[in-house]
């Protein structure tokens, strides 16, 4: 067994910038963040409270991104009878060993009031007869913790409260249809605003930069990086991949969430996939093999409420033994009441799809559905790039460690927003002026995407071992370089989904040990050494990673 971290990969695919035209338009301001989901609008109106000039960059219309897909709820020790330590020791169960206890505190502490916090702004949750919040449980929580909306469209109605407060505010300038494509830096290397593809706003068309010393990036996740997921198209990994190529830390990406109930479409089926949270399983649904059995009882104490990567897994092994290409959702017990009342999202869609889950079983199989690892920050949200915060979902802040607690992405992105919002009322980053860059250049041809997803799919999906994992790192390398003609949207797009995808594989690669939602056939143990996170950083054309202890870095604190 090897504890060392995995050698360097040539990483032609991560190159230090995506090739563009130059800036055609320049604008200023003091804070840009780049996304529009529950991270990137709640830093906005952050921001805005400490007087600077905001600009929200987002780059297809404001209500699209993962956000406005959750269902379950937002999870926070809001119940007298829950407290933080509670959702502290649930945390760090699912997280297997991996997550940063200091930050998974901070989550837990600061989740109440956060949540409270949207209450104010005006987000409708539902709530019992007597008026409190009403509070179900998920997957590995042992307390009814999470807060929902509309039964299960919460992430619809937290985007409407947020959009709305920040069309409210004059001083939030918001782009729509405008792609972040690099950084800008200064001579030390500092972050000043970034360059970006906008689509006809106005005065605005086509590349332009926006000189700026604090960058969010609120750019979600990285579902489009594989085949099948619950991600929406948005989900192209874009903020990763863009501080990857500058060179930022990143850490965890090995460890990719797969949604164990994600309705299965047969075997063609490509892209965002519907999701069937794990609330119906909260709600008493259950989960059976292709003979109608219940199989996940003799496998953990909690049964269908195990933590996502053990049902994942079960239901993995299930599918392979049985030779199925899903398991089944039973949920007729649940009745059409409860169906109609606190799942009517799910319940419209099964019924379009031609499956009557009141009175029919579900067929559902694992996709992709979280990063749990990304741009490492501190715990105020800074990456190790001065400048350059990440918040949300592209963030890796070791609240996850090896598998996130169901319902602590909202909760972690609207917590951490306040944080950095924290370090900006101590000051702006130093304002210089941005340096031409004169490193390499990349751009992939949209046509490649498929191959990509099918790569990773293949070789770094539920199950992972040394033999699919190479294979998927040849495919990446064999991908073809050339570009017809001018670049736009789909070809920047498709290249970092090419460069997350190489740097996901590098470390899925290096991990030689089972952990959370990182299986490996040829390592399928648990090996205490490997308790530590790798984090990788682009040196000199190359993917160099080094081991790093559990505790958030402590790199220098700016401004
Ligand atoms: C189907 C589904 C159900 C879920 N259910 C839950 C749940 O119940 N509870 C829970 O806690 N979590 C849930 N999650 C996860 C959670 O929704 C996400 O982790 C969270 O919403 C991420 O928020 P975010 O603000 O980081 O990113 P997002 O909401 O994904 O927003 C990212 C934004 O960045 C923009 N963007 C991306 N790249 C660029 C670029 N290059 N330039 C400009 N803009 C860019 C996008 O357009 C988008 O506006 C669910 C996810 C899915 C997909």
């Not at 006809?200 to 969010?216: H, I, K």
């Not at 199925?324 to 007729?332: I, T």
Request: net charge negative; glycine share 10%; hydrophobic share 45%.
């Amino acid at each position: 067994m090897t504890m060392t971290p995995p050698p360097p990969t040539a990483a032609g695919i991560v190159a230090a910038e995506l090739a563009a035209p130059s800036p055609g338009w320049f604008e200023e301001s003091d804070v840009v963040v780049i996304g529009s989901g529950i991270a990137g609008l709640s830093l906005a109106l952050h921001a805005r409270t400490l007087g600077y000039r905001v600009m929200v960059v987002t780059k297809s219309r404001v209500e699209h991104g993962s956000t406005q897909w959750a269902q379950g709820g937002i999870a926070a020790a809001l119940d007298e009878d829950d407290s933080p330590d509670d959702h502290l020791r649930d945390t760090l169960t699912a997280g297997a060993g991996l997550c940063d206890e200091d930050a998974v505190r901070v989550l837990v502490t600061q989740g109440p009031g956060a949540v409270r916090g949207l209450v104010e702004l005006g987000t409708r949750f539902d709530r019992t007869a007597g008026g409190d919040l009403a509070l179900t449980r998920e997957g590995g929580h042992l307390r009814d913790r999470i807060a929902h909306a509309g039964g299960d469209a919460t992430g619809r109605e937290i985007v409407r409260a947020l959009v709305s407060a920040v069309h409210d505010d004059d001083g939030i300038t918001l782009y729509e249809q405008a792609l972040a494509l690099d950084l800008l830096r200064d001579g030390d290397g500092a972050v000043q605003g970034i360059t970006l593809h906008v689509m006809e706003q106005g005065q605005r068309d086509g590349v332009g930069a926006v000189l700026a010393p604090a960058v969010v990036l609120a750019t979600g996740g990285l579902g489009q990086v594989f085949a099948a997921t619950t991600n929406p198209l948005v989900a192209t990994g874009d903020g990763m991949a863009l501080a990857a190529r500058a060179g930022a830390v990143m850490a965890d990406l090995e460890f990719v969430q797969f949604h164990p109930t994600v309705m299965w479409l047969g075997p063609a089926a490509r892209g965002q996939q519907p999701l069937v949270s794990e609330a119906v399983r909260g709600e008493g649904a259950l989960l059976l093999d292709p003979h109608g059995r219940r199989f996940m009882m003799d496998r953990h104490p909690l049964a269908e409420l195990a933590p996502r990567d053990v049902v994942a897994k079960a239901i993995m092994q299930v599918m392979r033994e049985s030779g199925a290409p899903h398991v089944w959702l039973d949920g007729r017990a649940l009745g059409a009441d409860v169906w109609r009342e606190r799942f009517p999202t799910i319940l419209v869609r099964s019924r379009e799809l031609g499956f009557d889950p009141v009175t029919q079983l579900v067929p559902v199989a694992p996709a992709q559905h979280y990063a749990s690892g990304g741009v490492r920050t501190d715990l105020s949200g800074r990456s190790s790039i001065r400048g350059l915060f990440a918040c949300g979902e592209v963030a890796c802040t070791g609240v996850h460690g090896a598998n996130r607690l169901a319902s602590n992405s909202l909760l972690e992105g609207l917590v951490f927003a306040e944080r950095i919002a924290d370090v900006l009322a101590t000051g702006l980053p130093r304002r210089r002026e941005p340096v031409a860059r004169s490193q390499s250049e990349f751009v992939m041809d949209e046509a490649a995407r498929p191959l990509v997803q099918s790569a990773m799919s293949d070789g770094v999906g539920v199950l992972r071992s040394a033999q699919s994992i190479d294979a998927a790192l040849r495919e990446l390398d064999r991908l073809p370089r050339e570009f017809p003609g001018e670049a736009a949207t789909a070809a920047w797009e498709t290249s970092n989904i090419a460069t997350v995808a190489t740097v996901l594989a590098h470390q899925a690669g290096g991990r030689t040990e089972t952990r959370g939602s990182h299986w490996r056939e040829d390592y399928p143990e648990t090996v205490p050494a490997w308790a530590v996170h790798q984090a990788t950083r682009l040196v000199d054309g190359e993917l160099v990673t080094e081991l790093a202890p559990l505790s958030t870095p402590r790199w220098e604190a700016w401004p």
